[in-house]
């Protein structure tokens, strides 16, 4: 019988409250993936089209189906980069990193006055979107969107050359980007 005024220390949800690895362990992965949870939220909260967000969020997981991808699941095919040919097609590479697509990152970074997409990771550049480096709330909201936007008309370039062979030139592609 614990007296009144008395407290007992405790951890975590055991019965006798004493500290063992495994719930140290399962305490720090239950916060870790609410962690995670709570910074992906963020892309449903753009309010774009819901093919964009859709497609923001799988990249986002690593989860676009890339050539790299595709091997992984047994598919053949060619695993060059459909825009530049010249290395292996992976997601990094598609949306961030391929010098054909460079050229609308920098028209992006040219329009939004912004230079801190992370050439690096495409994931920190998504995380990124959710920054509002503007005193203003509709330019914060067109910085959100337009990520996804640019994003989106990547995959639909890289898509358009690989199913049809029809290919546009940057500018086209930036104009359905605007």
């Known amino acids: 019988m614990i007296k009144e005024g008395t407290y007992t220390l405790r951890w975590g949800h055991r019965i006798k409250g004493m500290f063992t690895i495994a719930e140290g362990y399962h305490q720090k992965a239950r916060y870790n993936k ?67 697509n460079g050229n ?25 979107s959710r920054n509002k480096p503007y005193q203003n709330m509709i330019l914060n909201k067109a910085w959100r969107l337009s990520i996804g936007f640019v994003l989106w008309n990547i995959w639909k370039e890289r898509n358009r050359l690989i199913f049809k062979e029809v290919g546009r030139e940057n500018t086209e592609v930036w104009n359905q980007i605007i």
């Open 34 to 100: 609410h962690l995670e949870t709570k910074k992906w939220e963020s892309i449903w909260k753009t309010k774009t089209w819901p093919k964009v967000e859709l497609f923001t969020w799988i990249l986002s997981h690593g989860r676009a189906l890339t050539w790299d991808q595709l091997r992984k699941k047994g598919m053949q095919g060619p695993s060059r980069c459909a825009l530049y040919r010249e290395q292996e097609e992976t997601m990094e590479h598609l949306t961030n990193t391929c010098k054909v």
């Open 104 to 128: 609308l990152w920098r028209q992006h970074q040219r329009l939004s006055k912004i230079s801190d997409r992370d050439i690096n990771s495409m994931k920190i550049m998504i995380e990124n």
